[in-house]
C-alpha cells in the first residue's frame, strides 16, 4: 500500500514539473516573440504583461526581466535626459541580443523591457517607483516586485549605456559584450561628403595658393584664439562631457529659474559662462594692456588705461571668488606676510 501511494505521489510530482516546465518554455518563447517584434529588441510592457510573465509566474523563473520606467510627459525636461537614456538603454538591448545570438546559455536568459506611466500605473504602483529615471532588474526569484527587484542606481546612468551593460553583467552574470554605437554618419552620407570635397578641392587649392582664404586674415584667428580661451575657461567641456543643463526649475516655485546652484558636486551651464565671461574680459585687458597700450604715446591715457583695466580685473576675478566660496563653503583670501607683522 505504502509502495503505491510513494508511486502516485512520484508521477503527480513529475506530471507537476512537466506542466511547469512546459508553463515557463512558453513564457519564453513568448517573450523571445514579442522582443524579435519589438525595435531594438525591447519589449513594450503594460499592467497585463507585467502580470503574465512576473506577478502570476511561479519562482525561479527562467529568465530576468530588464525594465525602463518612462514616462512621455516627462520628455520635455531636460534635466531628466529620459529620452537620451531610453535611446542607451535600446543600444545596450540590441548590442546584448546581437552579441548572443549564437550563445545558447544567454538566450531566453534576459529581456529588455519598459514600462509608460500613463498605460501602465498600477504597475509603477507594484514597484513603488515615484521619480525618474528608474531602471529595475527583477531577476528569476523575485517574489515582490519592490522588496526582491535591484535598482540601478542614479550615480550608476554617468556612463549612460556602458554603466547599464556593467550593471547588466554584475547583477545576472551574463555578457553582455561590445556595445554596438551607431555611425555618426551613414554610407550615403560619407560618399555625399566625399563627392563635395573633391568637387571643391580645385577651387580651395587656388584661394590657398592666392592667400585668400579665412585662415589668412588676422581677424579669423583673434576671434577663434578668443573663442577658444572662453571655452577653456568657461567649463564648456565639463558642461558637454556630463550634459548639464544651463538652468533648473527651482523645487520651491516651478515658476523661478535657477542659474547657480549651491554645492560644489554640480555645475549649471549658466555658472560656467559667467565666470567664463569674467575670465575672458580678465585675459582681453591683459592682452589690451600688453599689446595695444605699449603703442599708445601719451602717457596719461596708458597711465588711467591700466588704472580702469586693473580695477575692472580686480571686480571680475573677486566675483569669481565669491561665486567658489559660495559654492564651496570653502574661503580663499588675502594674507600679509608672516614678515611684515
Request: glycine content about 6%; proline content about 4%.
Amino acid at each position: 500500500m505504502n509502495h503505491l501511494i510513494l508511486y502516485f505521489a512520484a508521477i503527480i510530482i513529475l506530471l507537476v514539473s512537466l506542466s511547469t516546465s512546459d508553463s515557463n518554455s512558453d513564457l519564453v518563447s513568448e517573450l523571445l516573440n514579442l522582443q524579435s517584434q519589438s525595435e531594438a529588441g525591447v519589449i513594450h510592457l503594460n499592467d497585463q504583461l507585467v502580470s503574465r510573465f512576473l506577478t502570476s509566474t511561479k519562482t525561479p523563473r527562467p529568465y530576468s526581466i530588464l525594465i525602463f520606467f518612462d514616462a512621455h510627459q516627462l520628455h520635455n525636461k531636460p534635466e531628466l535626459h529620459l529620452q537620451e537614456l531610453r535611446n542607451e538603454f535600446s543600444l545596450v538591448a540590441s548590442s546584448f541580443i546581437a552579441n548572443n545570438v549564437d550563445n545558447p546559455s544567454s538566450r531566453g536568459k534576459l529581456f529588455f523591457c519598459y514600462l509608460e506611466f500613463k498605460e501602465s500605473q498600477s504597475s509603477f504602483a507594484l514597484f513603488a517607483v515615484n521619480s525618474l529615471p528608474h531602471i529595475r532588474l527583477v531577476g528569476p526569484d523575485a517574489k515582490s516586485l519592490k522588496d526582491d527587484s535591484v535598482q540601478m542606481e542614479q550615480g550608476d546612468f554617468a556612463r549612460m549605456a556602458e554603466s547599464m551593460a556593467d550593471f547588466v553583467q554584475s547583477r545576472t552574470k551574463l555578457t553582455v559584450g561590445p556595445i554596438h554605437h551607431p555611425p555618426l554618419l551613414s554610407k550615403k552620407q560619407i560618399g555625399l561628403i566625399v563627392v563635395v570635397i573633391l568637387i571643391w578641392i580645385p577651387f580651395m587649392a587656388k584661394k590657398i595658393f592666392a592667400g585668400e582664404t579665412l585662415l589668412h586674415d588676422r581677424k579669423i584667428w583673434l576671434l577663434g584664439s578668443v573663442f577658444v580661451y572662453f571655452f577653456s575657461v568657461s567649463g564648456a567641456m565639463h558642461n558637454i562631457i556630463r550634459k548639464m543643463p544651463m538652468f533648473l526649475a527651482d523645487r520651491n516655485d516651478p515658476n523661478k529659474l535657477v542659474f547657480f546652484y549651491q554645492g560644489s558636486g554640480m555645475q549649471l551651464g549658466a555658472e560656467g559662462f559667467a565666470v567664463g565671461f569674467l575670465y575672458t574680459i580678465v585675459g582681453l585687458l591683459l592682452a589690451l594692456m600688453t599689446h595695444g597700450l605699449v603703442r599708445v604715446k601719451s602717457v596719461s591715457i596708458q597711465r588711467w588705461v591700466m588704472i580702469v583695466s586693473l580695477l575692472i580685473s580686480f571686480w571680475a576675478v573677486n566675483k569669481v571668488i565669491y561665486l567658489d566660496n559660495w559654492k564651496t563653503g570653502y574661503g580663499v583670501h588675502g594674507f600679509w606676510p608672516s614678515s611684515w607683522n
